[in-house]
């Protein structure tokens, strides 16, 4: 039973280029939720969303971050026009429910 | 505004010696407690959910306790193997699913 899967893994960006995260959940799973872990800080959330709907973007930056979960294939995070402050690890976690949620191994960011 | 604080930062252990691990939080409604281990460069592994003040897990050598303020995991006897960093995050009844982490105790455990 594969667990949750993000890709790429790591993934350097100049900055002004687009990033894009890919995160597809635990079979069964159809709730996915967003976290990002900056240098020397801890977990925050982001964006909680299921097929086709965002149901929590509270924790999402305003300007450049999008997330989706299209009906078919994974979940997107999208950041425009990366900045050196995103530089990050950005860790995608999934539930059957809005209860115990499974984390996958990240994708580390990288803004030059 | 949600707040979850661990304790200690950091703990050095010797193999053997049993210890506790501390997170204290401030919700208006607690909906859930979850603690996690997260090894450097991977994704936080799932370790317990509490629900309600009493409620005790076990797992290994690993046990969790919940109050209404706080949290304690308790480790027994650790081997080097449980080095890690072990993240406390809670949930909120009007707050949806998301989590609220700690910063996580950094744990060694020295041969």
């Known amino acids: 039973n594969a667990g949750v899967m993000q890709n790429p893994r790591h993934l350097v960006r100049r900055r002004g280029q687009e990033a894009r995260l890919r995160c597809s959940p635990m079979?069964?799973?159809?709730?996915v939720y967003w976290y990002r872990q900056l240098p020397e800080e801890g977990l925050k959330f982001m964006v909680y969303l299921q097929k086709e709907n965002i149901i929590d973007e509270s924790g999402m930056p305003k300007e450049r971050f999008s997330a989706e979960f299209p009906k078919e294939g994974p979940s997107i995070l999208r950041i425009q026009q990366v900045v050196r402050g995103d530089s990050a690890a950005y860790f995608c976690a999934s539930s059957p429910g809005g209860d115990t949620q499974y984390f996958g191994p990240g994708t580390r960011l990288t803004v030059l | 505004e949600d707040q979850v604080t661990q304790s200690p930062e950091a703990l050095r252990l010797q193999e053997g010696e049993s210890s506790s691990l501390n997170c204290s939080y401030t919700?208006?409604?607690?909906?859930?407690l979850f603690w996690y281990r997260q090894d450097p460069g991977k994704g936080p592994e799932f370790l317990f959910t509490?629900?309600?003040a009493g409620e005790e897990k076990e797992k290994e050598r690993l046990k969790a306790t919940l109050t209404k303020k706080e949290s304690f995991l308790h480790i027994t006897a650790p081997k080097p193997e449980d080095s890690a960093t072990y993240l406390c995050a809670v949930q909120e009844e009007t707050s949806g699913s998301r989590l609220t982490f700690g910063e996580g105790t950094q744990l060694t455990v020295n041969p």
């Open positions: 919700v208006s409604g607690l909906r859930g």
């Open positions: 079979k069964g799973h159809s709730h």
């Open positions: 509490l629900y309600s």
